[in-house]
């Protein structure tokens, strides 16, 4: 069955350290596609980056950067140089085909980043 | 990308009685998706919705506590039936896009 991991349910960093993010997910489907989302405090949710499985590059975006290895089922997130500003929920999710052909989104459990001055 | 318009942004409720929450998208889409984040946990998607057909609930939702309208490709209601404490939760419309997934800001509903 599709499911979606994230093991660290919180991490706390000092100011302008690095943060890794971790996500590992499972899924029957060849070709899928993994996103990762930012919950701030205020609650919306904003989407950060998404990957289809076929494309294995890294990505970088300023201090956000992603990490994709289909051999270890993972697709984890780094920010570089955290900020306070960073602190939020991320999620990981994966997109699996649902019934009549759309595709839906399955979240994993969320990590919270608290970033400290 | 789509702006989705989401109202309300909050509510408390009274248990026994319901609420209706609408999603606006200022575009056309064909499937509207409608998501639960209890407190403190990830997102479950409750149902989705195609215009001019019934919604699809996933498993452990149904239609009678959580009925969904989509009367064109731009609008959505979601209805909490019968609310409990357990409803509490917010609750967010999505919409796919081109790259990825858009959701509303939610509306948080809290029962008592």
């Known amino acids: 069955a599709q499911k979606v991991t994230q093991a660290q349910t919180e991490i706390s960093v000092v100011e302008k350290e690095d943060v890794t993010l971790d996500c590992v997910y499972e899924?029957?489907?060849?070709?899928?596609?993994l996103f990762w989302y930012k919950q701030p405090p205020s609650g919306e949710l904003v989407f950060l980056i998404r990957r289809n499985s076929f494309d294995e590059q890294n990505e970088i975006s300023g201090r956000y950067s992603w990490n994709f290895q289909k051999s270890t089922s993972s697709f984890n997130f780094t920010i570089t140089a955290s900020q306070v500003v960073d602190s939020a929920v991320y999620f990981c999710?994966?997109?699996?085909?649902?019934?009549?052909?759309?595709?839906?989104?399955?979240f994993g459990a969320g990590t919270r980043l608290a970033v400290h001055p | 990308s789509a702006v989705i318009s989401q109202k309300p942004s909050r509510d408390i409720c009274q248990r026994g009685t319901s609420l209706t929450i609408q999603c606006q998208v200022d575009s056309q889409v064909t499937m509207m998706f409608w998501y639960r984040q209890q407190p403190g946990q990830s997102l479950t998607l409750i149902a989705t919705a195609n215009q001019g057909s019934e919604a699809t609930y996933e498993s452990g939702f149904v239609i009678d506590k959580f009925p969904i309208s989509r009367p064109n490709l731009t609008f959505s209601t979601l209805t909490v039936s019968n609310m409990s404490p357990e409803d509490s939760s917010i609750y967010l419309c999505?919409?796919?896009?081109?790259?990825?997934?858009?959701f509303g800001s939610g509306t948080r509903l809290t029962v008592v």
């Open positions: 899924t029957r489907d060849t070709t899928y596609y």
């Open positions: 999710a994966l997109s699996e085909e649902g019934y009549g052909g759309y595709n839906k989104l399955i």
């Open positions: 999505s919409v796919e896009e081109g790259v990825g997934y858009t």
